[in-house]
């Protein structure tokens, strides 16, 4: 049996432990959730008081120059490449990772539609995050095509001649577990068909290699594992095979090869920045870089390497405890055992038991009764399905702050609020607007 | 002749001169480009401050709950609609002006393919701001549809019955040229033409009556007169004949009826709510409100009736000292006298004169000398046309922050510089990256 004394142990020899104190950690909270919201770097403040107070207050629209406010999406584009294995000059961080997705699948579709016209569907896995799939069913009723909904064992064999798009989230936002992407991206590509990624959950949580993969397009989130800050700017990547290809739908001035030529005609940027639109927000892209910045701290730690190790450390941990100390209390585990196929989260089902009344898993409420001892992960709503489309407890493990104690403490809570059945509390079952 | 004591006399009549107290002025600036970046209300940095260290640092994930940032883009939408003749409920604060315009620009050529398949033309200025005539000739593109750009004196004309969508800055950019929004949407609607305004130089600059001119859809811009900080969100306005009708293509999951709901197809919220796409930049939504207050602080001192008469007094002032005070120097005047064509903004152009060894017209020049000088304006570029279409000196006058002796001063420093040719300096010749 692991014990707390482990536990304090293998924080004691952690060589990522430094990195904690990059971080405003707030006192009586084990966060589990900075795979929904990062949380808030410590440089994070006098960054964005001092982009507020003099870069927009006193130098104003001079900043533009000074600050050199207008590269900064190319910038923080570069600084994130080497995190997702892309190149310089190929990612740019701007706009929110739904109107990315609008973006590179939009591109996907055009070159298959100049190239491969009988290829009229697009591939996705039925329980990828929502908002991806509501774009790509937005953009397949405009075009006329079909969007293919399917379960992860069944990727393999939806890859048909007449499919022009297989769009996959790297790792998925219920379960945890994790495509291998070099693998579907070789059998999409032997079969003639492009690759969109979503990286939400994948960008600073597990090692990711755009290029080596030779992915076709990608796109992520700010505000998960890169900290950036509640609804910060996302990110797009574009394969320079196809940068230059295709206008994207969405040519705006940022987007144009010489913005402050002000001509009435549109003539897209070289590469990557055609994919930016209308004026960038500088206040909430000077906060992402303070994000960025804490994982080219984390370099000479060891990087990304590092970082999954310790992940995996932490979430194998995690699952341990949760079998030896929570027993009996009906949790199942959707996410996989197998390390790669495992993101940096881990994600609890509730397959016995009920809720309150016989209403609903009691995952919510579990959930709700941790918040407020202070553990904060999320719930995510099963569709009544089996297996990983049941309710989700869902716990994410940055290991740029979170320690071993803290897994231990976390599980320890965990088997109180079951233990207790705490969580049967009114309170616990009331329903926020945001889950 | 005016002079400079008549200027104070009149700031020190002026029943908004408290407001300027609501902003960060920085010392020995004259700030005449408002309406390109605005000024930092002084409430902004705390504001910001809190965002960042209390909602995100402290209450992290649960802030969507406690911190009600869910809704914040339809309550900033709400606070501004009555300065723009919306409803409430009708307008959202979000993404970029360009990003906005291509949902309404959408959802109108929707419309309009539905119920008239043969209006496949899209009318707008040809001096418009370029990011509206990109996003419409990417649009067009797609559809197959033509963008037909006319001079202000040609949109009558163009109103024939192959048209589907009327688009038009409601304050032209470049000259400070105001359309009558009234009477263009009348006669475009007697044509069976939607109409699309973009108030990028309008709101929170003149009055606007969206409802009263009967429009069918707008947008406009946060960071300009709304003082939203760079990049600020944007906003968006359908009318609600219209708002439930279509999806906008952006269809990602905050524009979901029921987002938590991790349902796979998508269902569109009723009304504006669609209009959203991804998860929202909180830290700017945030600065935005504080720049939305300001105009709250200013209803019960007259709102934008004593705003817009304060404007044109402003304008009209500049307008008149630079006649009196740098004749001769080949200036001249792009924007409408009569007060009912003009925005909130002078523009001049150098007619006759030319920049240093004959090359260029010589006003970029004369705006970086000014600017030198703390006298902040901005410089944009013609095409070579004549008229409009030549090279301007651009002056904004937010009637919040900009009083009498300003433009009083503005113009001495305007006088000093060409006739003392102080403008043909090398430092002044210099081109930046954004201009």
């Given at each position: 049996m692991?014990?707390?004394?482990?536990?304090?142990?293998?924080?004691?020899?952690?060589?990522?432990?430094?990195?904690?104190?990059?971080?405003?950690?707030p006192?009586?909270v084990?966060?589990?959730?900075?795979?929904?919201?990062?949380?808030?770097?410590?440089?994070?403040?006098?960054?964005?008081?001092d982009?507020?107070?003099?870069?927009?207050?006193?130098?104003?629209?001079?900043?533009?120059?000074?600050?050199?406010?207008?590269d900064l999406?190319?910038?923080?584009?570069?600084?994130?490449?080497?995190?997702?294995?892309?190149?310089?000059?190929?990612?740019?961080?701007?706009?929110?990772?739904s109107?990315?997705?609008?973006?590179?699948?939009?591109?996907?579709?055009?070159?298959?539609?100049?190239?491969?016209?009988?290829?009229?569907?697009?591939?996705?896995?039925?329980?990828?995050?929502?908002?991806?799939?509501?774009?790509?069913?937005?953009?397949?009723?405009?075009?006329?095509?079909?969007?293919?909904?399917?379960?992860?064992?069944?990727?393999?064999?939806?890859?048909?001649s007449?499919v022009?798009?297989?769009?996959?989230?790297?790792?998925?936002?219920?379960?945890?577990?994790?495509?291998?992407?070099?693998?579907?991206?070789?059998?999409?590509?032997?079969a003639?068909?492009?690759?969109?990624?979503?990286?939400?959950?994948?960008?600073?949580?597990?090692?990711?290699?755009?290029?080596?993969?030779?992915?076709?397009?990608?796109?992520?989130?700010?505000?998960?594992?890169?900290?950036?800050?509640?609804?910060?700017?996302?990110?797009?990547?574009?394969?320079?095979?196809?940068?230059?290809?295709?206008?994207?739908?969405?040519?705006?001035?940022?987007?144009?090869?010489?913005?402050?030529?002000?001509?009435?005609?549109?003539?897209?940027?070289?590469?990557?920045?055609?994919?930016?639109?209308?004026?960038?927000?500088?206040?909430?892209?000077?906060?992402?870089?303070?994000?960025?910045?804490?994982?080219?701290?984390?370099?000479?730690?060891?990087?990304?390497?590092?970082?999954?190790?310790k992940?995996?450390?932490?979430?194998?941990?995690?699952?341990q405890?949760?079998?030896?100390?929570c027993?009996?209390?009906?949790?199942?585990?959707?996410?996989?055992?197998?390390?790669?196929?495992?993101?940096?989260?881990?994600?609890?089902?509730?397959?016995?038991?009920?809720?309150?009344?016989g209403?609903?898993?009691?995952?919510?409420?579990?959930?709700?009764?941790?918040?407020?001892?202070?553990?904060?992960?999320?719930?995510?709503?099963?569709?009544?399905?089996?297996?990983?489309?049941?309710?989700i407890?869902?716990?994410?493990?940055?290991?740029?702050?979170?320690?071993?104690?803290?897994?231990?403490?976390?599980?320890?809570?965990?088997?109180?609020?079951?233990?207790?059945?705490?969580?049967?509390r009114?309170?616990?079952?009331?329903?926020?607007a945001v889950?």
């Amino acid at each position: 049996m692991t014990t707390l004394q482990d536990c304090r142990a293998l924080d004691a020899q952690d060589p990522l432990a430094p990195l904690r104190e990059h971080f405003a950690l707030p006192p009586g909270v084990i966060y589990l959730d900075g795979n929904s919201l990062g949380m808030l770097p410590k440089a994070t403040a006098a960054r964005v008081a001092d982009v507020v107070a003099r870069e927009w207050g006193t130098d104003l629209i001079r900043s533009w120059n000074t600050a050199s406010w207008f590269d900064l999406p190319q910038r923080l584009g570069d600084q994130l490449a080497p995190f997702i294995g892309a190149g310089a000059g190929e990612v740019v961080c701007t706009d929110s990772t739904s109107i990315n997705l609008y973006k590179v699948l939009s591109a996907a579709l055009n070159i298959a539609r100049e190239e491969s016209p009988a290829r009229t569907r697009v591939v996705s896995e039925r329980s990828n995050f929502p908002t991806d799939l509501y774009i790509a069913e937005g953009l397949c009723k405009e075009r006329g095509l079909e969007l293919v909904l399917v379960e992860p064992e069944e990727i393999a064999a939806s890859l048909t001649s007449d499919v022009a798009v297989l769009m996959l989230t790297h790792v998925n936002y219920r379960t945890g577990a994790m495509h291998d992407m070099a693998a579907l991206t070789a059998a999409a590509h032997t079969a003639g068909i492009l690759t969109v990624w979503d990286l939400a959950h994948s960008a600073g949580a597990v090692p990711v290699d755009l290029r080596g993969a030779d992915a076709d397009f990608s796109i992520g989130c700010g505000y998960k594992y890169l900290n950036g800050g509640p609804g910060a700017p996302a990110f797009v990547w574009v394969h320079p095979r196809h940068a230059d290809r295709f206008w994207q739908p969405l040519s705006g001035w940022w987007g144009h090869a010489a913005p402050f030529q002000f001509t009435p005609g549109y003539q897209p940027a070289p590469g990557i920045t055609r994919y930016l639109c209308g004026t960038q927000p500088i206040i909430s892209l000077s906060a992402l870089q303070c994000g960025l910045d804490v994982f080219d701290a984390a370099q000479p730690l060891g990087g990304m390497a590092a970082l999954r190790a310790k992940s995996l450390a932490l979430t194998d941990l995690f699952i341990q405890l949760v079998q030896e100390r929570c027993a009996g209390h009906g949790l199942g585990l959707a996410t996989p055992r197998e390390h790669g196929r495992r993101g940096s989260q881990v994600c609890l089902t509730r397959d016995e038991g009920q809720g309150l009344n016989g209403q609903g898993s009691g995952a919510y409420a579990i959930v709700q009764a941790l918040i407020a001892r202070g553990v904060i992960g999320d719930f995510r709503k099963g569709d009544g399905g089996q297996g990983p489309h049941k309710d989700i407890l869902r716990f994410g493990f940055t290991p740029l702050y979170i320690g071993f104690e803290d897994v231990w403490n976390a599980v320890e809570h965990l088997r109180q609020v079951l233990d207790s059945a705490e969580w049967q509390r009114a309170e616990f079952n009331q329903i926020s607007a945001v889950t």
